[in-house]
């Protein structure tokens, strides 16, 4: 079992960054591939970031190549979404997923633990 925690979310202006965090607890932290999601309101969840084991290999959704970034810190056990050039778009509540798996994924389907999840608002 594993038990994430999100923080870091809040208001922001169009063009503004956020770091959100997802502490994790109970199982080795390091053994789980580590996503994270969003889900706006009147619409599905969707797959935002998604990182490896070891923090070598990572994959985006199109829609935030190259405004985010997901990192990880296994010695803290927390898993890192840097975001920046943030867009109204980007409004949701941003959920932190781990996977007992090897590959990276992308489908909701594929990840067998979920935090509470955190609001992002962006501003125009």
């Not at 969003?38 to 405004?67: H, L, N």
């Not at 920046?84 to 941003?94: F, I, Q, W």
């Not at 489908?107 to 608002?121: A, L, M, N």
């Amino acid at each position: 079992q594993v038990q994430l925690v999100e923080s870091g979310g809040g208001l922001v202006q169009a063009g503004g960054s956020l770091r959100l965090s997802c502490a994790a607890s109970g199982r080795t932290f390091s053994g789980y591939v580590m996503g994270w999601f969003r889900q706006a309101p009147g619409k599905e969840r969707e797959f935002v970031a998604a990182i490896s084991w070891s923090g070598g290999r990572t994959y985006y959704a199109d829609s935030v190549k190259e405004r985010f970034t997901i990192s990880r810190d296994n010695a803290k056990n927390t898993v890192y979404l840097q975001m920046n050039s943030l867009k109204p778009e980007d409004t949701a509540v941003y959920y932190c997923a781990a996977r007992q798996g090897y590959g990276l994924a992308y489908s909701t389907r594929e990840y067998d633990y979920w935090g509470q999840g955190t609001q992002v608002t962006v501003s125009s």
